[in-house]
């Protein structure tokens, strides 16, 4: 650990007028691994959209690497993951193009699919979103986001609508990404992913403090 990479405090989010969120405290480290648990409705997608800084929060403090800017370094994969309609291989390089770095781009895929469980890569990179089955779906998501080497990535129920199969891949993706020293904060309610990564568990509710939760699994 390298010191706090977030750190919030009395971090209120409000959807018209209602209060989706409330923390008293929070700090993750560089290069943990943390896991939001908690019953539907206690926040933990709404955190992860702070952390993401897809949203401001209504009151509070949200600091990120000591007042850096998180925006280009964290990266969000959603429960339901949405493709593009066009193939694997671009829907993996389009943010590399975005940002104009295209001269590794089949390097790149190649390494990105077969850390989110692609034994085969090529075997991929020409079909479309059709094509795939939704765990496939899930696990192209999770390669477009590694092409994008982030310093923090955030998964929101990411085993939720998936089959066992992917769902392990996607556990051990997850645990390899957090060895590389990628912080890794995973919203769940599946108790095999919990018991596949050793990751500190923080359980949300209407009321709760970071410092008060659980010690790593």
């Not at 108790?191 to 949300?204: H, N, V």
Request: hydrophobic share 45%.
């Amino acid at each position: 650990m390298s010191g706090k990479l977030y750190e919030a405090r009395n971090l209120v989010q409000r959807y018209n007028g209602r209060e989706a969120l409330n923390v008293q405290h929070l700090a993750i480290e560089e290069g943990e691994a943390v896991f939001l648990t908690g019953p539907n409705g206690c926040g933990k997608s709404t955190l992860l959209r702070l952390l993401a800084f897809l949203e401001r929060p209504a009151a509070g403090e949200l600091r990120y690497a000591g007042g850096a800017e998180g925006r280009k370094e964290a990266t969000l994969l959603l429960q339901d993951p949405y493709l593009l309609h066009m193939s694997v291989f671009n829907n993996v390089a389009l943010g590399l193009k975005f940002r104009n770095q295209t001269g590794e781009l089949r390097q790149v895929f190649e390494c990105c699919m077969q850390a989110a469980g692609f034994a085969d890569p090529w075997n991929f990179a020409d079909r479309g979103p059709r094509e795939l089955s939704g765990g496939e779906l899930q696990r192209v998501a999770l390669a477009s986001r590694l092409a994008l080497r982030p310093r923090v990535l955030l998964l929101d129920e990411p085993t939720a609508n998936v089959d066992a199969a992917s769902a392990r891949a996607l556990a051990q993706a997850v645990k390899n990404c957090n060895a590389d020293g990628i912080t890794v904060v995973c919203a769940t309610h599946d108790p095999a992913l919990l018991r596949a990564i050793d990751a500190r568990e923080i359980r949300l509710g209407t009321s709760w403090d970071m410092d008060a939760c659980a010690s790593p699994l």
